[in-house]
């Protein structure tokens, strides 16, 4: 079944000039191999488009289940020179909640919030 | 006379475990989980970080215009207030980063409002070295983000500051001082201080500095580990979230540490907070560069031991670098910011024109920026270019344009434009009074490294 990152994972960004790390943790540690297979470095990118213009690089930390999305170039120049409302980039690790996975029936238990999953 | 509780030098007992507390993670912080810290936290140490990238820059900037401005965090006294009853009644030390660029005058307040309290003879410490302005460019070769010599940034300079360790607050603790207060320090050092101080930590073990500054860098964001910054209703919910304590960290003499919180404050703290706040603002997990010890996340243990109870331990450490983080910050011209409103059926379709009649006033009045964005806040003003293309129509939108220019003068281009919205606009055009501040400076921050040692400190004391 396909769903939403928000359903598999959580996510927190954090600032440092004008690179934006944004951190994503399994809600199970059964359901972290298929994030690091879904969602690749590549992928991430994409998924922000122009909001990142820089590299993207994933550091995996297995032992708490989290991937590290470091993003260059994603906060408009950095704080104080940035252009954004949301200058620090605080929200924007809620976009990678909208990333589609797909699930296999048997992990359907682990998924967050399941009352919540659109059709 | 109210009697203060010491622990002078020759005293000083070994303690096993250690408990430090946040009182703060940034200048805006909330008051009050800082005074509960201070009276329920049973704490030996209460930590405040008052700094962001930009503050200090900031601070040179207010205290140039404003003869008035001591220098020193403009919440000094209310933190101070909250807190130092309590700590004064139980024993406990602060650590802060509340001198800013004058810790000097920072401490002689403390010690003023001390002395107003009844408490006198209280040693107070204030750790200067960290403002490096006047000799930045002849310390410094290259900034880290461009690769440009810092010699390019001599015509803006506004002020240098060096990120400090914890081995000054060290110093000051065993000297005597109840209270240290700091310029710039990298945040987890102010709280991995006491530890080293306590446990008689060597500056140079590397693994106990590893493991005492990931638990450092947990504290540093206060309320970030214990519910705040977290909560996601249905996906990630905690009780009162109007309510959160700031965290308390029971560290034991290996550097392992609990990280919990006063009983009967909101939030949680559970492996899900321990985890977002272990990554927060870290790029190479196992390279988390500080001035004491470069720390590697990637071996952390975590385990929830009780309620609101999470055990951190087995945290790396490796040796330290032989540079420090400079910032360099730098007037970068102005920027222009405001916005109008729309609701109701077709409100996108009147932005969208309104974009648009934007755009050519910014033609017609021969707007010279830098940058331009208008965006429709309730649509695409936070995401950007990352808003998906399917995403719904709103029933309300603000307008939303900022500009950056290198004149003042420019930057107020976008309020008077908007202004023309008013009664030049289109249909259901919604708009503030344009009373409040619509141009502000732009102090950019830079990053270059420096030998750490040319970079001295001294160490200033004083008693209440």
Same mark, same amino acid.
């Given at each position: 079944?396909?769903?939403?990152?928000?359903?598999?994972?959580?996510?927190?960004?954090?600032?440092?000039?004008?690179?934006?790390?944004?951190?994503?943790?399994?809600?199970?540690?059964?359901?972290?191999?298929?994030?690091?297979?879904?969602?690749?470095?590549?992928?991430?990118?994409?998924?922000?488009?122009?909001?990142?213009?820089?590299?993207?690089?994933?550091?995996?930390?297995?032992?708490?289940?989290?991937?590290?999305?470091?993003?260059?170039?994603?906060?408009?120049?950095?704080?104080?020179?940035?252009?954004?409302?949301?200058?620090?980039?605080?929200?924007?690790?809620?976009?990678?909640?909208?990333?589609?996975?797909?699930?296999?029936?048997?992990?359907?238990?682990?998924?967050?919030?399941?009352?919540?999953?659109?059709? | 006379?109210?009697?203060?509780?010491?622990?002078?030098?020759?005293?000083?007992?070994?303690?096993?475990?250690?408990?430090?507390?946040?009182?703060?993670?940034?200048?805006?912080?909330?008051?009050?989980?800082?005074?509960?810290?201070?009276?329920?936290?049973?704490?030996?140490?209460?930590?405040?970080?008052?700094?962001?990238?930009?503050?200090?820059?900031?601070?040179?900037?207010?205290?140039?215009?404003?003869?008035?401005?001591?220098?020193?965090?403009?919440?000094?006294?209310?933190?101070?207030?909250?807190?130092?009853?309590?700590?004064?009644?139980?024993?406990?030390?602060?650590?802060?980063?509340?001198?800013?660029?004058?810790?000097?005058?920072?401490?002689?307040?403390?010690?003023?409002?001390?002395?107003?309290?009844?408490?006198?003879?209280?040693?107070?410490?204030?750790?200067?070295?960290?403002?490096?302005?006047?000799?930045?460019?002849?310390?410094?070769?290259?900034?880290?983000?461009?690769?440009?010599?810092?010699?390019?940034?001599?015509?803006?300079?506004?002020?240098?500051?060096?990120?400090?360790?914890?081995?000054?607050?060290?110093?000051?603790?065993?000297?005597?001082?109840?209270?240290?207060?700091?310029?710039?320090?990298?945040?987890?050092?102010?709280?991995?201080?006491?530890?080293?101080?306590?446990?008689?930590?060597?500056?140079?073990?590397?693994?106990?500095?590893?493991?005492?500054?990931?638990?450092?860098?947990?504290?540093?964001?206060?309320?970030?580990?214990?519910?705040?910054?977290?909560?996601?209703?249905?996906?990630?919910?905690?009780?009162?979230?109007?309510?959160?304590?700031?965290?308390?960290?029971?560290?034991?003499?290996?550097?392992?540490?609990?990280?919990?919180?006063?009983?009967?404050?909101?939030?949680?703290?559970?492996?899900?907070?321990?985890?977002?706040?272990?990554?927060?603002?870290?790029?190479?997990?196992?390279?988390?560069?500080?001035?004491?010890?470069?720390?590697?996340?990637?071996?952390?243990?975590?385990?929830?031991?009780?309620?609101?109870?999470?055990?951190?331990?087995?945290?790396?450490?490796?040796?330290?670098?032989?540079?420090?983080?400079?910032?360099?910050?730098?007037?970068?011209?102005?920027?222009?910011?405001?916005?109008?409103?729309?609701?109701?059926?077709?409100?996108?379709?009147?932005?969208?024109?309104?974009?648009?009649?934007?755009?050519?006033?910014?033609?017609?009045?021969?707007?010279?920026?830098?940058?331009?964005?208008?965006?429709?806040?309730?649509?695409?003003?936070?995401?950007?270019?990352?808003?998906?293309?399917?995403?719904?129509?709103?029933?309300?939108? &603000? *307008?939303?344009?900022? @500009?950056? =220019?290198?004149?003042?003068?420019?930057?107020?281009?976008?309020? !008077? /434009? %908007?202004? #023309?919205? &008013? *009664?030049?606009?289109? @249909?259901? =055009?919604?708009?503030?009074?344009?009373?409040?501040?619509?141009? !502000? /400076? %732009?102090? #950019?921050?830079?990053?270059?490294?420096?030998?750490?040692?040319?970079?001295?400190?001294?160490?200033?004391?004083?008693?209440?």
């Amino acid at each position: 079944m396909k769903v939403k990152l928000q359903h598999v994972a959580h996510a927190r960004s954090g600032d440092k000039g004008n690179t934006s790390n944004i951190s994503v943790f399994a809600f199970a540690p059964e359901l972290y191999p298929l994030l690091k297979e879904q969602l690749t470095a590549e992928r991430f990118k994409q998924f922000y488009g122009n909001a990142i213009t820089g590299t993207v690089t994933r550091y995996d930390v297995d032992n708490i289940h989290a991937m590290n999305f470091v993003c260059q170039g994603a906060l408009g120049g950095g704080v104080s020179r940035s252009l954004c409302l949301d200058n620090y980039g605080k929200a924007l690790s809620a976009a990678i909640l909208g990333f589609e996975m797909e699930i296999p029936d048997h992990l359907k238990g682990l998924l967050q919030a399941p009352h919540l999953i659109s059709a | 006379m109210l009697t203060v509780k010491r622990n002078d030098v020759g005293e000083k007992k070994m303690k096993d475990v250690i408990r430090i507390g946040s009182g703060a993670a940034w200048w805006g912080d909330r008051v009050e989980p800082a005074a509960l810290n201070a009276e329920k936290g049973d704490l030996d140490y209460l930590c405040f970080e008052t700094m962001a990238e930009a503050t200090v820059s900031a601070a040179q900037v207010r205290s140039r215009r404003d003869q008035g401005f001591p220098g020193y965090d403009t919440y000094l006294d209310d933190r101070m207030k909250a807190v130092l009853p309590a700590c004064m009644k139980r024993g406990t030390k602060i650590v802060t980063n509340q001198g800013w660029i004058n810790p000097d005058a920072a401490a002689r307040r403390v010690a003023t409002l001390l002395k107003e309290m009844g408490y006198t003879g209280v040693k107070i410490a204030s750790v200067n070295g960290s403002l490096i302005t006047e000799h930045v460019l002849e310390m410094t070769d290259t900034i880290l983000e461009n690769g440009l010599p810092t010699a390019t940034l001599k015509s803006n300079l506004i002020s240098a500051e060096a990120y400090l360790g914890a081995e000054p607050i060290v110093e000051a603790l065993k000297a005597g001082a109840q209270i240290v207060i700091t310029g710039r320090v990298a945040d987890p050092s102010i709280f991995m201080a006491p530890m080293m101080y306590e446990f008689g930590w060597d500056p140079l073990d590397h693994v106990r500095l590893g493991q005492g500054n990931g638990i450092g860098h947990l504290m540093e964001c206060g309320a970030q580990v214990t519910g705040g910054y977290f909560m996601d209703p249905g996906f990630k919910d905690v009780p009162e979230p109007w309510k959160f304590g700031f965290p308390i960290a029971e560290v034991s003499r290996d550097g392992s540490a609990v990280i919990t919180k006063v009983a009967g404050t909101g939030g949680a703290v559970n492996l899900q907070t321990v985890k977002e706040q272990l990554l927060y603002e870290v790029h190479d997990p196992a390279n988390y560069l500080t001035p004491d010890v470069v720390v590697d996340f990637t071996t952390v243990k975590l385990e929830q031991v009780g309620p609101d109870r999470v055990r951190v331990s087995n945290i790396g450490g490796k040796p330290r670098t032989p540079t420090l983080k400079v910032s360099i910050g730098c007037t970068e011209g102005h920027i222009g910011e405001d916005m109008f409103f729309y609701a109701g059926p077709g409100a996108l379709r009147r932005a969208q024109i309104a974009k648009k009649v934007l755009e050519e006033r910014f033609k017609i009045v021969n707007l010279q920026a830098e940058d331009i964005r208008i965006d429709f806040l309730g649509l695409n003003a936070i995401h950007g270019a990352a808003t998906p293309a399917n995403a719904p129509e709103p029933y309300e939108i &603000a *307008v939303r344009v900022a @500009a950056r =220019t290198k004149t003042k003068e420019e930057a107020a281009k976008v309020g !008077r /434009e %908007v202004d #023309g919205m &008013a *009664v030049s606009g289109i @249909a259901h =055009t919604g708009k503030r009074v344009p009373h409040q501040e619509r141009t !502000r /400076e %732009v102090i #950019g921050v830079w990053s270059s490294l420096v030998p750490r040692e040319k970079v001295p400190t001294s160490i200033t004391y004083i008693e209440s």
